[in-house]
C-alpha cells in the first residue's frame, strides 16, 4: 500500500466506512460477542473461522490466516490492486481523490477512466447523430423507454472506421489503451487502428461497482452479415467468466427479495427492469459459471433461472444449474408461459412475466414435471429413463436429507422398492466421487508448530481473562515461548498484571501500542481468536482450558528439550568430552523427571 499522511484520502475513507456494514455486502456476518463471523470466503470451510473486529476496524481468518482493512479485503475479493480498490472505496464513501497522482494510477485505473469517455461518446451518437436514428427506431419498436435508455446507459456506435479512435486520442487517450480497453482492432496491413463497434446499438457491461468495463454490441442493419451480437474481448478490466450483466442495478434488489431472477440475454434484463422486476441480471447468452454463481452468493442463497426455450437455452440452463447446485444455492426454475423468452413475453404481457418469477418451481419439482411429461409409466424403457434423469438431479443435490426425500418420492411414483433405488443411487454417487482430481482438493495450509499454536491459544485466553495468569505464572516462565512475538506479550501480561494485581485491557493494549504498532494489531487478532475459541466455556471451563492448555505447552517444550539435549549428548560422545557428556546428561534427567512428572 502506497505511503499516505494521516490526512490523507485513506484515513478519510477509513473514517467514513464501517467494516462491518462493506463485508457485509459481500458475505453474511452473525454477532458473535464483540465480534462479527462467518464461513471464509477465501477458502473452504464448514467452521466459521472468518472474523471481524467493528472496534478495531480489521478482519482476520484463523483458518487461511488472511487478514487487513477494508482495503485488502477489497483488494482480495475483488482481484483488485490498491489504486482500484481506492477508487472503489473512495466512491462509497463520497470522498474526492486528487486528480493525475500517480500512486492512484494503474493501467486498470486508466481503462476505466476511457470506458467512461467511450460511454459518452457511444450516447452523444445515440441522441444527437442523424446516423443514430436507426437505433433509436430499433429501441422504439422494442419498447425500451428513454429512462431504461438512461439507467443502462445505452449507445449507438457510429458506422464509420474511426471515429471512436479520433475522439478518445482527443481525450488524451492512447492508441495502444483504446486497443487494451478492447475498442479498436489492428489493421492487417500498415500501421493504425480500427473502430471494432460500428453501426451498432452498444449496451455498456458494468461490473458490481458501476464501471463500464467492456460493451455488448448489436447490429441493427438488416443486410450485415456479421454476429447478431459482439461482445469486448477479455482484456485487463473484462472477465466474461465473472460478469453478469445489470447486477449494479440489481443487487439492492436481490438483497430485499432474497432471490436472483437470472435470464439470457441483455434486452431480458432491460424489459424485466422496465416491467418492474427489478432483481434480475443476465448472464450474457452463456451458461453460468462458477464465478459469476459465487457472486450471486454475496447477495442471496437462493438463484431462479429463465433461460430461452431452445435447446441452448435449455442446455445452458442445465449447466447453470449443476454449479448453483454444487456451489450449495436453492435453485428455482422459471416456465415462461408463452414466448421464447422474457422479453417477449413481456412485450406481449408484462405482468405474464412477473406471475411467472412468482410461479417458480423448486429444482426437484421442476425436474420431476419435466422428466414425466410425455412418459409412459407402464413402459419399462420410459421407467428407466425418468430414473435416470431424476437420479442424476439427485446427485447435485448436496442436503442428504432432500435426497432421501425425493428417492422416497420417485419410488412411489415408477412403483420400485426404494432400497433398490438407493443402491442405484448409491453406485451414481460413487462415480461422481471417483472423477474428483487432486486439482479440486484445497492446498492445504502448513502447520502451525505445536509449540506456538499451544502459546497462541494461551496468550488470546489470558488476555481476554487474565485471572488464571497467577497459576500460569507459577508452571510457565518466559523461555518456555519459542515465537519471540508470544515471549514478549507473555511478559508484558506478567508486567502489567503484577504491578497492580489487576488488568485493564484497553490500558494494556494502549501501552502496547505505544511501544511497539504491529504488536498492538496482534493483540486484536488474539482478542478475535479468543472470542472464537471460548465463547461457549463458561468460567471455571475456561480456567481449567487455559491451565491445561499451559500444561500442554510446557509439556511439548520439555520433550524439545530432551530431543535437543539427547542430541548435544550424542555429539559431546562422539567428540571423548566426558566432562560435556556428564553435564548434559544431568540436564536429561532433570528434564525427564519434570516431564514424567506433568505426565
Known sequence: MPPFSSSSPVEEIKSRIDIVDLIQEYI???????????NCPFHQEKTPSFMVSRDKQIWHCFGCNEGGDIFTFVQKIEGMEFPEALRVLAKKANVQLPSFNPELQNQKTRLLDLMKSAVQFYQAALQES???????EYLARR?????????????????????????????HFTDQEIFLAGLTIKRERGQGYYDRFRGRLMFPLRDIHGNVIGFGARKLK??????????????????????????????????????AVIVEGYMDAIASHQAGVC??????????????????????????????????????????????????????????????????????????????????????????????????????????????AILRALSQLPDPIEQVHYLQKLSAIVGVDEQVLREKFAVLQGKKKSVVT???????????????AYAERLISGLL??????????AQLTPEVFEDPHYRELYNRLILAYTSNNTFDLNAFTEEVKKNDPQAADSVALLLMR????????????????????????LREFLSREVQRVSQHIGEAERRGDSQEMSRLTTAHRVLTDKLVKLS
Open 143 to 171: 419498447g425500451v423507454k428513454a429512462a431504461a435508455v438512461e439507467t443502462f446507459q445505452l449507445g449507438y456506435s457510429p458506422d464509420a472506421w474511426s471515429k471512436l479512435n479520433t475522439y478518445l486520442v482527443q481525450q
Open 530 to 553: 479468543a472470542e472464537r475459541e471460548f465463547e461457549d466455556l463458561g468460567e471455571e471451563a475456561f480456567r481449567k482450558d487455559i491451565i491445561a492448555t499451559s500444561q500442554l505447552l
Open 464 to 473: 481476554k481473562d487474565p485471572s488464571s495468569l497467577s497459576e500460569v505464572m
Open 222 to 259: 438488416e443486410d450485415d452479415d456479421s454476429a447478431k451480437y459482439i461482445n469486448s474481448p477479455q482484456s485487463a478490466i473484462y472477465d466474461k467468466g465473472g460478469f453478469l450483466y445489470g447486477l449494479d442495478q440489481a443487487k439492492q434488489f436481490i438483497r430485499e427479495q432474497k432471490v
Open 279 to 388: 432483481n434480475v441480471v443476465a448472464s450474457s447468452g452463456t451458461a453460468l459459471t462458477d464465478r459469476q454463481v459465487k457472486l450471486l452468493k454475496r447477495f442471496t442463497a437462493t438463484v431462479a433461472l429463465a433461460f430461452d426455450a431452445d435447446l441452448a437455452g435449455m442446455d445452458a440452463s442445465q449447466r447453470g444449474i449443476d454449479i448453483a447446485l454444487r456451489e450449495e444455492m436453492d435453485v428455482k426454475v422459471i416456465t415462461l408461459p408463452f414466448g421464447k423468452d422474457p422479453d417477449e413475453l413481456i412485450a406481449k404481457d408484462p405482468s405474464a412475466w412477473s406471475k411467472a418469477v412468482g410461479a417458480s418451481q423448486g429444482i426437484m419439482e421442476y425436474t420431476f414435471d419435466r422428466a414425466t411429461k410425455g412418459k409412459d409409466l407402464t413402459q419399462l424403457a420410459h421407467k428407466k429413463e425418468l430414473v435416470r
Open 438 to 452: 487432486a486439482k479440486t482438493v484445497p492446498e492445504a495450509r502448513q502447520p502451525q508448530s505445536r509449540l506456538n
Open 28 to 38: 453474511q456476518l452473525k454477532p458473535g460477542g464483540a465480534n462479527w463471523r462467518a
Open 130 to 136: 442523424a446516423d443514430g436514428k436507426i437505433a433509436r
